[in-house]
């Protein structure tokens, strides 16, 4: 690759699109005339666009050389193609712009002590910082606790959270009776309750977004704590708009019932 190419398709130019097209040295010591003669590099990439587009869709060595109906029809196809890719861009940026993210607006809380004699009960609320509304949300927590053989799990669904809507859900434990044995190690430290939550939604174009999800744990009978690596003080949910689902989430709370024959399985899949 000579220098002259090089210097020309740098930056987002740099693409096999530009520099594996026929003529790319030709293209290349033309766009480089136009930027020693003081054209703006914006106007030179909206020329090296077409120039790529036409070198791509005729074929100037043909027997008989160019017709000016084929370069005509080439010129109309690149002017459709590039108004299709300026109106995907607008619609993505649209919809970016403009669509919901819901997130945890603080940490839940335990409304009652987990060794009052009523159900442990849980407030949630989720808000959607966004510009529209997020539609079809469903939501299931899963509570879990030492010395409890089965969890409580339970689906709350079908609503929609409005921009700038703030979303309370109670999620109350209906699972099996505390022991007095048990509750004795809950009232020793022994024994932690466990939630688990996963919130799904669609926006307004009903694309699914990326669920939500999060885990807490007890530290005594009234207060939860976040069992996620990266916020020591837990003055704040880490899942505020929606966790990354690229990032690797370390969990840091043995589960109180581990299943070894579905350890690959998703913690969140209930």
Known sequence: MNQCVQNVFSG?????????????????????????????????????????????????????????TQIEAAAAKEAADTAKRQLTLAEETLRTS?????????????????????????EIRFFNAGNTPARDVEFRYKFQANGVEKPYIAPKGNFTIFAGATKTILCRWNGQTFSDETQQWFKDGYYQLFFRGKLTYKDVWGV????????????????????????????????????????????????PFPEPEEANKDPFDF
Request: proline share 7%; hydrophobic share 35%.
């Open 208 to 255: 699914q977004q990326e669920p939500i999800r999060f885990y807490y744990f007890s530290i005594n009978d009234m207060d939860l704590r976040e069992d996620y690596e990266g916020d020591p003080d837990y003055a704040s949910p880490d899942f505020e708009v929606e966790i990354d689902p690229d990032e690797e989430v370390t969990y840091t709370t043995d589960d």
């Open 12 to 68: 987002r130019m740099n693409t096999p699109y530009y520099l594996d097209s026929p003529f790319v040295d030709e293209r290349a010591r033309y766009l480089a005339q136009m930027l020693e003669r003081g054209w703006a590099r914006e106007t030179v990439i909206g020329t090296a666009g077409r120039l790529v587009g036409f070198a791509r869709r005729v074929d100037i060595t043909a027997a008989g050389g160019v017709t000016a």
């Open 98 to 122: 403009q669509r919901a993210y819901v997130g945890l607006r603080d940490h839940p809380k335990l409304l009652r002590p987990i060794l009052d004699g009523t159900n442990p009960t849980i």
